[in-house]
């Protein structure tokens, strides 16, 4: 039986010189891996909905243990036209930690706009990459069921503090005076805090509605990564290729 379903191509790989295996990320089914024929044929129809970070309606069916794409339309594409290098290895990373968090056969609504909504801000240059890197992340945790646990100092309930330290191993915030050291501490001052708290629980569509200072900012960016490195457990290899292009830029 044939389903329509709409679908971003997070990774794409030839095989048999012809045909393509995409991973795809959609709403109703999380990532699918889909097998695609004919699909490295320019002249093919399914050529370009299926080509890397292209948001495609497709129609699929169940083959052997393997969704088939029998055809594709396109409805959105990223990085269509010179992409950004440090832009596109950014969106690289992003995928890596989609394919790695989000379960197969699960709806996954909410990963699927944040990525939508980082590839536009990204692919067309309407924010700064560090600030799109670090809600990302922060917004992956808690859609992943990670949250960080910012919302107090986990030892004496305050609040706010003019220095505060995010533990990123054992997912608890400190404030200054009941923190006691240690190596996997994040610090982050007044505004880095709340601009935290605000990427948690805003509203899908306003989690970038925020300001944030440069300090602030290059703490958050730390702080969020650490803690996705701690929650995977690895660091991811795309991220240690951002890491090299974002020295040079
Ligand atoms: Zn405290």
Same mark, same amino acid.
């Given at each position: ?20 295996i ?14 695609? *024929?004919?699909?490295?044929? !320019? $002249? ?6 299926t080509n890397? #970070?292209?948001? =495609?309606?497709? +129609? &699929? ?44 056969e ?20 309407? *924010?700064?990459?560090?600030? !799109? $890197? ?8 808690? #859609?992943?069921? =990670?949250?960080? +646990? &910012?919302?107090?100092?986990?030892e ?94």
């Open positions: 039986m044939k389903t329509s379903i709409d679908g971003l191509i997070l990774k794409e790989m030839t095989v048999s010189d012809n045909d393509r995409v991973t795809v990320l959609t709403k109703e089914k999380g990532i699918i891996s889909c097998y695609v *024929r004919r699909a490295k044929h !320019i $002249k093919s129809r399914n050529f370009a909905p890397l #970070l292209t948001f =495609s309606r497709m +129609n &699929i069916y169940n083959g052997r243990g393997m969704y088939i794409i029998d055809e594709a339309d396109v409805i959105m594409r990223f990085f269509d036209v010179d992409p950004d290098i440090k832009r596109f290895a950014l969106s690289q990373y992003f995928s890596e930690l989609v394919i790695k968090s989000v379960p197969q699960v709806e996954s609504d909410g990963q699927l706009e944040l990525m939508l909504n980082c590839l536009h801000l990204l692919s067309n240059t309407l *924010r700064p990459c560090d600030i !799109i $890197k670090t809600v990302f992340e922060i917004r992956l945790a808690v #859609l992943s069921g =990670s949250t960080p +646990n &910012i919302l107090f100092c986990d004496c309930g305050c609040y706010e503090a003019d220095r505060m330290y995010f533990d990123y191993n054992k997912n608890k915030l400190l404030c200054s005076g009941c923190c006691r050291g240690g190596d996997c501490l994040s610090e982050l001052s007044v505004g880095a805090v709340r601009a935290m708290r605000y990427i948690i629980v805003s509203e899908p569509k306003k989690i970038f509605s925020f300001h944030i200072s440069e300090s602030a900012l290059k703490q958050l960016y730390d702080c969020s990564e650490n803690y996705i490195i701690s929650m995977f457990e690895y660091r991811p290899k795309t991220l240690q290729y951002y890491d090299s292009i974002r020295k040079l830029f």
